[in-house]
C-alpha cells in the first residue's frame, strides 16, 4: 500500500526532507494534498485523528499516522536503509537530523522573529536584525559542526554517518539548497569554510533519483511561501 | 554504570526534561557539570568527541554519547519503561517530545526574537511584541493540542499516551511549571481552558521520585539565565 504524504501544496517547506526520502528510496507515495480535495483531507485529519499530528507534515502508513519531520524520518529511514541498522548509529542520525531542525527553524525565523501569526511585512526591521545575527554567526557555526561530523566520520567523509547514504545527508542537502536559494552571499561564504559540506551537497544532487526528483514537476520551486525565502534586504 | 550526563551548571534549560526522566526512573546518573571541574570535561567533550554534541544537553552510557534532548528521552525512555513497548506508541511519544521542544524553543524566543547573541536588553522591544503572540495565540493553541491528546487517550485522560506515565508527561509537567514560572498570568488563563493538562502537570508533581527531586538541591531553581525567564514586562 502506498504511504500517503500530507504538507501544504504551495511548498517544499518541512515537507521536503520527507519528500526526499520517499524519492530516494523510491517508495510508493501520493502526496495527498497536492490531489483534488486534498487539501480539506489533510485538515480533517488534523482535526479528527486520534493520535493528531500538531501540524504537517504527517505520514499515514495503513493505520499509523506520524507526525513530526525528523520522527517521520526515523521511522522511514529504518524502513528503507537510509540510516544504520546498529542503534548507536541510528541515534546518532536522529540527532543530526534534530539539530538540522533546529537550524532549519531558525533559518524560518530570519523572516518570522515576531510571529508566525504576523506578515514578514509587519517585522521586517526585527528581520533584518536576526538576519544579521543569521548569517554572521549562525550559518557558520552550524555548518562548521556539519563540516566537523565529515571530517571525523571513520568511514570516510563522503557521508555525515558511515559509509552510505543516510537521511541526515539528504537533509543536509535541502537545508543547503534553501541557504543558497535565500541568502545567496551568506551562504557562499561560508560554503568556503566548509568544503566537506559543500561536496556533499554536490553528489546528492547527482544521484538518479535526487536527480530526476529535481527535474520533475513533484518539486515545488523555492518561494516567498516558505522556510527559505529571498528577501534580498535580508542577504549580504 | 552510572549515566553521565551533560549540561550547563547553572540553569534548568533542556536539560531539565532529561534530568526528570533520569529521577523518575531512580537511575545512578551524575550531572556532571556541577561537579567540580565538570564544566571543563564539558566543553572538552564537545570539542573532541567522534561524534560531537551540537550543544548540551548529552548523556553518555559507556561508550555512547546521545545529545539533542529529545533523542536522549527517545534511548532512556526505551530503557526505564518511560515509553510504550510498541512501535507506534513510542513513536507517538517521541512525536509528542519533539512538539514540546518546538514549544520550548518558542518560549526561549519570547526573550530572545533577535538572537542568541545578544542580551534581553538589546532586544526587548522586539520580545514584548514577540510575547503577545506567544501569550495569545501560542501558548492557547499548544496547550488546546495536548488537552485534546489527553481527552481521546482511549486508555484514559491522566496520561498522554497509554494507561501509565511516559516521559512526554513529564515534559509536559516541566513546561508547565517553566510558563507558570516566565507568564504566570497568561498560564493560569490558559489552565483553565486545560483541565486535564492541568490535572497531570499536579499528579506528576505529587509522585514520590519527582517529589523528592523538586524539594531537593539537585533541582535548580528557575532564574532568568535558562529558557523560561520571569520578565514581569513580557506577561499580561
Request: aromatic share 12%; charged share 25%.
Amino acid at each position: 500500500m502506498a504511504y500517503e504524504f500530507y504538507y501544504w501544496p504551495g511548498i517544499q517547506g518541512r515537507g521536503e526532507f520527507v519528500r526526499l526520502a520517499l524519492e530516494e528510496a523510491g517508495a510508493d507515495y501520493i502526496d495527498v494534498a497536492r490531489e483534488s480535495e486534498g487539501l480539506a483531507v489533510m485538515m480533517r485529519m488534523m482535526e479528527h485523528a486520534d493520535r493528531p499530528p500538531f501540524a504537517p507534515p504527517f505520514l499515514k502508513d495503513g493505520d499509523t499516522i506520524i507526525g513530526q519531520t525528523a520522527a517521520i524520518l526515523l521511522y522511514l529511514g529504518a524502513r528503507h536503509g537510509l540510516a544504520p541498522k546498529d542503534p548507536a548509529g541510528g541515534l546518532w542520525t536522529h540527532q543530526i537530523q534534530l539539530t538540522l531542525g533546529d537550524f532549519v527553524a531558525e533559518a524560518h525565523d530570519t523572516h518570522h522573529p515576531i510571529g508566525v501569526g504576523l506578515y514578514y511585512e509587519d517585522q521586517k526591521a526585527e528581520a533584518l536584525r536576526r538576519s544579521e545575527e543569521f548569517r554572521d554567526s549562525r550559518i557558520p557555526k552550524f555548518l562548521g559542526w556539519f563540516e566537523q561530523i565529515l571530517a571525523r566520520n571513520p568511514a570516510g567523509s563522503s557521508h555525515l554517518v558511515g559509509g552510505t547514504l543516510t537521511y541526515a545527508d539528504l537533509s543536509l542537502f535541502q537545508v543547503i539548497e534553501g541557504l543558497a536559494y535565500a541568502f545567496p552571499k551568506a551562504a557562499k561564504r561560508a560554503l568556503k569554510n566548509a568544503p566537506l559540506v559543500a561536496a556533499l551537497h554536490d553528489s546528492v544532487a547527482e544521484r538518479p533519483r535526487i536527480k530526476a526528483y529535481l527535474a520533475s514537476p513533484r518539486r515545488i520551486p523555492f518561494n516567498e511561501d516558505g522556510i527559505f525565502r529571498r528577501y534580498p534586504e535580508l542577504d549580504a
